[in-house]
Each structure stands twice: as C-alpha cells, then as structure tokens.
C-alpha cells in the first residue's frame, strides 16, 4: 500500500462529499447479500453497506425477494425458506438458518438496510418481484409462498395448459395478495 498525500486525502474526501454525482442505484435483491455470509447479528448486516457512503450510489433499491416471500417478519407473506424442508445446496440452508436466526434475535434485515441507507444519506426503494410465487425442482421448496402453495387452482397455464410457476392475474385473490404484501413491506420499511 501507498499511503495517500495530504493533497490526496482531501481530494478523496471533497470528492466524496459532492452529493451531485449521486445519480446511480445499487439493487440489493434480498437474498445474496445474507446468503452465504451467513450474518448472525446486525452488525454482520451492516458489513454489507461498509464502503457505499464514498460511492456515487444515491439510491439503493432493496427487494424482499419475490411476489409474497420476504426476508423479515411478516403477517401476510412468507419468510423464504421456512416451509423448506430440504435444501438444494448448503448456501439455501444456510441463508434460511441464518434468516431465522436474525429474525429470532429481532433483527430485521430489511429495517437494517434501511437504517443504514439513511445514515449514509441516501434514498431508500423496496421492490417486490411480483411473478416470483415458486421455483423449479432443486429450488421449490427453498422459495415457495404458503399462498402459492395452497393455491395451485389459481396458477397461470401455458400455451399447453401446464400450470406455470406463476398465479394469474386475472384472479381477484392473487391481485389482493399482491397489494398486501406490497403494503406490508411499505408500511415496515417507510421507503
């Protein structure tokens, strides 16, 4: 390492505090950045933040996984991974341990992130992926909803008339379910 002159220092750090080039996003998808860290703590959360309060990232856009499955406490969805019973891979375990685990010690991954963007000054979004109810075999049981579990009748068909891994839209129950856990999360989080 070379240490920085003066004159560099307090260039890196005008640089730093020009809020006018904030003009980029950074997505958290909700599962990745636990999974396969394996975090235990807050501070563990926290780690993953370290480092964007010098970039030009202004906005972070955090998804809680897809359509009803989250990664926080919720009345209306479900925790991914809690109706797993076997795991496709060690990491799939994992994350759904170490979810359970934070959730147990009342850490809230996504109150965390939120918390931590606003420290750090910047704007914070929640995204749901609204197709995403289940998963193909290795992965069906690691993120399946219980909604989209007990409801395979209102599953969309393909040009075949297979059932899809998607519930159709046209199905006032799946519709309400949606803007459910749209407003949980938005009430949670306040973005």
């Known amino acids: 390492l070379v240490p920085l ?4 220092r307090r260039a890196w ?6 809020k006018t080039r904030r003009n980029n996003v950074a997505t958290f998808d909700g599962h990745s950045w636990i999974w396969p860290y394996q975090p235990k703590t807050e501070a563990d959360l926290l780690g993953t933040f370290e480092g964007l309060q010098t970039t030009d990232f202004g906005q972070w856009w955090f998804g809680v996984v897809g359509a009803d499955l989250v990664n926080y406490p919720t009345k209306v969805g479900t925790v991914l991974g809690r109706l797993s019973q076997d795991y496709p891979t060690r990491e799939h375990e994992a994350f759904a341990t170490s979810l359970e685990e934070l959730l147990q010690r009342g ?5 965390v992130a939120r918390h931590a963007a606003r420290r750090q000054g910047r704007a914070f979004h929640v995204f749901l992926r609204p197709a995403a109810w289940g998963a193909s075999i290795p992965f069906e049981e ?3 909803s219980r909604f989209f579990r007990e409801h395979p009748e209102w599953r969309a068909v393909d040009r075949e008339g297979k059932r899809t891994l998607h519930l159709s839209w046209a199905v006032p129950e799946v519709r309400r379910q949606t803007l459910a856990i749209f407003r949980d999360t938005v009430e949670m989080a306040d973005p």
């Open 5 to 8: 002159t003066e004159a560099e």
């Open 107 to 111: 850490v809230n991954p996504l109150l």
């Open 142 to 144: 690691t993120f399946e």
């Open 13 to 18: 750090a005008q640089d730093a505090a020009d």
